[in-house]
């Protein structure tokens, strides 16, 4: 094998690809986990799976991957199901622009292929959420085409096999692998070969101590002949998430209901999803809760009282959010009263079922 250098291409001679590909494929067959997802070649729900196992462990994915199939069976379903019904099956498992691009997608899965997944990778990538490593993952799993699927876990094998020092989160790393990947893939069978190197980096080639001695391929990892495996891959710099502040308003009724209201579908945080009204802390908390019962049709609000802080920590963001609550003014009111104790499948992220706790 040769390692790249700064301008040479990763590659794998011929002779050694195919004994990557005939090893992990007879590993893979032995040992691979019993997964909802695993054994099917209906690309609906090898998307659907790889949808929401996007930054996500499996886990946590395999009860929503079971609860989405028992509601929307097919495509057909799924596309003519509302969105909130879709957001509200979602709720919880984070990341919800992946929710709405998986409902636009399979809309045009119905309207513009007649119900029928594309059958290539460029066809597959025209769909709304679907980027290289799905479309690679659907047409090798669902089609067998030799098309890479190249996920954090497989740069971390390859890194290791060739002591090439990637970056498991980064793009352009990603793209470098995806030549050597498809050299392993013509060698055997893709549709068991792709989730065979993913099975490699998630359950064997793990970040922190691999089982070196239980991998199929390692007489073949250079970092492991040379006792560097802890040195790769690159351990990238990690952005800390940025600190929010908010505060929060909970209108309330005497029969104890509380008002919420659905952020915009596009172009921000939890799109999509019901929530109790909430801004940044820039100013003072009367001004604040002032604008958010004005938001809600109200001109004023009176007798707040504060409730409680919340932390709720995204990948990307620490929110600190300050929650009040206050009687609600007479009047007609915009958005929707629920039971805070039974949002009934309204669609809400876990921070908003966080405060809903400090009100019941």
Not at 74 to 84: C, K, Q, R, T, Y
Not at 208 to 236: D, H, I, M, T
Not at 245 to 254: D, E, F, Y
């Amino acid at each position: 094998m040769t390692p790249p250098g700064a301008n040479a291409p990763l590659r794998l001679p011929e002779k050694k690809a195919a004994t990557l590909a005939e090893r992990l494929s007879s590993w893979f067959e032995k040992n691979h986990r019993k997964l909802p997802f695993r054994g099917t070649s209906d690309p609906y729900r090898i998307w659907l799976s790889e949808i929401m196992l996007q930054q996500t462990r499996v886990e946590t994915v395999i009860p929503y991957y079971e609860k989405f199939l028992k509601n929307f069976p097919d495509v057909e379903s799924l596309a003519a199901a509302p969105l909130e019904k879709v957001l509200g099956l979602w709720a919880g498992l984070g990341y919800y622009a992946r929710a709405r691009l998986l409902h636009r997608a399979a809309k045009d899965v119905v309207s513009q292929f007649n119900g029928e997944f594309p059958k290539d990778a460029e066809g597959l990538r025209k769909l709304p959420g679907v980027g290289a490593y799905t479309a690679g993952a659907i047409a090798s799993i669902a089609y067998g085409l030799p098309e890479p699927a190249v996920d954090g876990n497989v740069v971390r094998v390859l890194s290791r096999l060739l002591v090439w020092r990637a970056d498991t989160a980064s793009p352009k790393d990603r793209e470098a692998a995806r030549p050597l990947v498809r050299e392993i893939l013509v060698h055997g069978d893709p549709v068991a070969l792709t989730p065979a190197l993913m099975e490699l980096g998630a359950t064997i080639c793990t970040t922190a101590n691999p089982s070196c001695a239980a991998c199929p391929v390692e007489k073949f990892c250079e970092a492991r002949r040379k006792n560097r495996v802890e040195e790769f891959p690159l351990a990238a710099p990690r952005k800390k998430p940025k600190p929010v502040k908010l505060v929060a308003l909970a209108l309330t009724r005497k029969d104890g209901r509380v008002l919420l209201r659905r952020r915009p579908e596009e172009g921000g945080l939890f799109g999509g999803l019901w929530e109790i009204p909430s801004a940044e802390r820039n100013g003072k908390i009367p001004a604040a809760l002032s604008k958010l019962a004005g938001e809600m049709g109200f001109q004023s609000v009176e007798k707040a009282k504060r409730l409680g802080k919340i932390t709720h920590v995204l990948s990307h963001r620490k929110m600190d959010v300050e929650l009040w609550a206050a009687p609600a003014p007479a009047g007609k009111a915009s958005g929707k009263w629920i039971a805070p104790a039974k949002p009934n499948g309204l669609p809400l992220s876990a921070l908003q079922r966080k405060l809903l706790a400090l009100i019941v």
